[in-house]
């Protein structure tokens, strides 16, 4: 099951993530998600674990705990919707629709 954890620490780290969840089972993979400019923690997580009665009783147990002094949220993670197509010309600045279309 992959689980959603938010309002984590910006010092939380992947394996501190990990350790968080290790006592209640499995603990295939744990990310911290970052910013991609600052590489600084966005506040949020992913954690996922196999086995879905341990995944149910970490997230009932976890869910408004406080690590590291604040009140984390945890629950199953929704899968990720479908973005529609962008047809704008691609985010080009020189598109079709650019307003120096005609300029030169």
Same mark, same amino acid.
Do not use: C, H, W
């Given at each position: ?10 010092? @939380? ?5 990990? =350790? ?7 603990? +295939?993979? $744990?990310? @911290? ?9 966005? #506040?949020? #997580?992913?954690? =996922?674990?196999?086995?879905?009665? $341990? ?8 869910? /408004?705990? +406080?690590? =590291?002094?604040? +009140? ?16 704008? #010309?691609? /985010?080009?600045?020189?598109? $079709? ?8």
């Amino acid at each position: 099951m992959n689980i959603y954890v938010s309002n984590l620490s910006f010092n @939380v780290q992947d394996e501190d993530l990990r =350790e968080f969840f290790a006592p209640y089972g499995e603990v +295939t993979s $744990a990310k @911290v998600i970052m910013d991609k400019m600052t590489n600084q923690s966005r #506040g949020f #997580g992913f954690i =996922e674990m196999p086995d879905e009665a $341990a995944s149910k009783k970490a997230i009932a147990e976890l869910d /408004g705990a +406080t690590v =590291e002094n604040r +009140t984390i949220k945890v629950n199953e993670a929704r899968p990720k919707e479908a973005r529609p197509a962008r047809n704008d #010309g691609g /985010g080009n600045f020189n598109n $079709a629709n650019s307003y120096n279309k005609n300029r030169y």
